[in-house]
């Protein structure tokens, strides 16, 4: 890449002007002169947009790498939190800031996008340890993304200025193309998330390095690429991972469409340093930075008949219960008086929105229910497969596909062709927030054509009954359905002012009918041998939420509650509870469970 000329005298625009006056005037066409003129610098300018973009767009891409390196240690919210403003502040540092040598610029650049996996690993490492989403994140950003973008954008003045010339300080191109730079970057970022090719190779991945660097041509560091790998997984993993300091073992972990997918389980810590491998607590799957959901395994196992055999992975180990109780509390669908309802014991029919470890529709389809599973990302489905027991539900019963757009597409089947639900169960959950696009009033409509007129539906949430979202989702809720019924699965014996205070796991129950839900009381075979489904549904009554703790007394505010595709505010008003999350899940496991992926 050409640096800035030394001597204006050698520059494209004055080498043109010299040229045409030592040509004779007579030898050229009144006018043709200055058309020659100028023809040079003209396609110059043409050809100087080119490598502007590539560099924007790897930029752009670095951007979305960069998020995703991060998101597993500070989540989906994290990860985004303040990023253009970054982007804003390093591209108009870049543009009005001294200008670097070029070269320097380009291989300073490179190497930092190269290294990228490795130093947003390490440097989110350390400052996660601050224990301040905000800060920490803050930290990470700046000394991470900020010098990329840069001298990227350093990298663009410097060529805007080399072809322009003379007239470099008034060029439209530098009023125009550069305070874009930050805009472009960050408008074309989440066009990465699908378009961007992702290689598999065993339980890690690789970018593909010529994509990232070819704006600023490096045929030399991408052979070093393969080295910078995250340092807790060898770069191909065909074994089981064990941590060499604590206690814990990776046994899947890919980069999927919703983000790191990772099965891991802990042991004890004696019998890890013993070599013996015997003996075990639990279980879990996570996305991102979120627990989709876990089970107790080993010794931690608890059954309520030793004669029944607990439920096996594919492996054949044996299952213990959830880790969470939310997930049992979803079944409690099952116990609303089916009498009430025409359902018919051996015809029942489920919807799941949302896997997460399939620990509820395991439990469905254990009971003879013919269950069907919505779920975006493949991984989730086939890590439940694996390594928490779920079934083959049967042809055309898992759908790979985002919720939204199959719900809307088999609402407007023809009528004999949809298939109605008894139960629905809707848990979307993740990373301390929910999408919203699955809770507006529209969404609801669609799924209503789905279900019986009398079916039930559970939809899970977490977070703190008295915020926005708590009441956006329950007034929309109930303007949607005939009835709703709201229970928590923390202790029964929370205070309102517990509950109001906590942060926890509450599920919905609703029905299109406007008849009572009723709840019967469990028999033994609802348990399917579980301490924890005993537990929930033996004090299903204490755990019932007043739905005006969550409402409150709204008085004329209802329309402001109510999601709609047009006028969603759900997404800014789960930021804070977002960011919360992130320190509920730091509390409730260690450091080296979240670093090591």
């Known amino acids: 890449m050409p640096g800035q000329p030394r001597n204006r005298r050698s520059t ?36 100087l947009v080119f490598p502007i973009l590539a560099i924007i767009a790897g930029l752009s891409i ?73 800060i920490g994140t803050l930290l990470t950003h700046f000394i991470v993304l900020f010098p990329v973008i840069y001298f990227g954008v350093s990298v663009v003045k410097r060529i805007t200025i080399y072809f322009e010339g003379e007239n470099s300080e008034g060029s439209a191109v530098r009023l125009t193309i550069l305070p874009a730079s930050a805009s472009t970057i960050t408008g074309f970022e989440p066009i990465w998330v699908t378009a961007l090719p992702l290689r598999e190779e065993g339980t890690t991945f690789r970018i593909t390095p010529k994509l990232v660097l070819a704006s600023f041509v490096l045929p030399a560091i991408p052979y070093a690429y393969g080295y910078l790998y995250y340092p807790y997984l060898p770069y191909s993993v065909p074994v089981p991972f064990e941590h060499p300091e604590f206690p814990v073992r990776i046994l899947y972990s890919t980069a999927s469409v919703t983000g790191r997918i ?20 639990l279980r879990y799957l996570r996305a991102g930075h979120s627990l989709l959901g876990g089970v107790w395994i080993g010794d931690k196992i608890g059954v309520r008949s030793q004669s029944i055999k ?27 008086d089916p009498k009430e309802r025409g359902i018919v014991k051996g015809k029942e029919e489920a919807l799941f929105i949302g896997l997460g470890a399939g620990i509820s529709a395991t439990a469905f389809n254990r009971h003879g229910i013919a269950t069907t599973v919505i779920e975006i990302d493949p991984a989730v489905y086939n890590a439940s497969r694996d390594f ?16 939204r757009r199959t719900v809307f597409k088999k609402a407007r089947e023809e009528e004999s062709e949809i298939t109605k639900y008894d139960y629905v169960v809707h848990d979307c959950f993740s990373g301390g927030s929910v999408p919203a696009e699955l809770y507006t009033a529209q969404f609801w409509d669609d799924l209503k054509v789905l279900m019986k007129p009398k079916a039930i539906l559970a939809v899970n949430y977490a977070g703190k009954l008295g915020s926005d979202s708590s009441k956006a989702i329950l007034t929309t809720l109930t303007q949607s359905f005939g009835q709703c019924r709201l229970f928590h699965d923390t202790n029964p014996s929370q205070t309102e002012e517990q509950l109001l205070a906590g942060f926890f796991n509450v599920v919905f129950f609703c029905s299109p009918s406007t008849e009572p839900l009723n709840f019967r009381k469990p028999v033994e075979a609802d348990y399917l041998n579980s301490p924890l489904r005993s537990h929930i549904f033996d004090s299903l009554t204490a755990r019932e939420v007043p739905l005006g703790l969550v409402g409150g007394t ?30 509920v899940m730091r509390e409730l496991l260690p450091e080296p469970i979240w670093a090591t992926y």
């Open 262 to 281: 990772v099965v891991g389980e802990t042991v004890t810590p004696g019998e890890f340093a013993s070599g013996n491998q015997g003996s075990y607590s």
């Open 554 to 583: 709204l008085e004329g505010d209802d329309e402001k509650y109510v999601l709609k595709d047009e006028r969603n505010r759900l997404h800014d008003w789960q930021h804070e509870s977002a960011l919360e999350h992130w320190d």
């Open 12 to 47: 494209p625009s004055s080498r043109t002007k010299a040229n045409a006056s030592r040509t004779p005037a007579t030898t050229l066409p009144q006018g043709l002169a200055g058309a020659k003129a100028e023809e040079s610098p003209s396609l110059l300018k043409m050809f």
């Open 388 to 403: 928490f027991g779920l079934p083959d539900l049967g042809e055309g019963r898992v759908i790979l596909e985002d919720a």
């Open 62 to 134: 670095t951007l979305h790498l960069y998020q995703r390196a991060i998101e597993p240690l500070y989540g989906a919210v994290g990860a985004n939190l303040h990023t253009s403003k970054f982007v804003w502040a390093a591209s108009i540092a870049g543009i009005l800031g001294p200008l670097p040598p070029a070269w320097p610029s380009v291989g300073i650049s490179g190497a930092l996008i190269c290294a990228l996996p490795f130093t947003s690993y390490w440097v989110a490492l350390y400052t996660s340890r601050i224990n301040d989403i905000v």
């Open 310 to 336: 607990p439920l096996v992975d594919k492996a054949g180990s044996p299952l213990g219960d959830s880790i969470y109780s939310a997930f049992a509390l979803q079944e409690a669908a099952r116990l609303v």
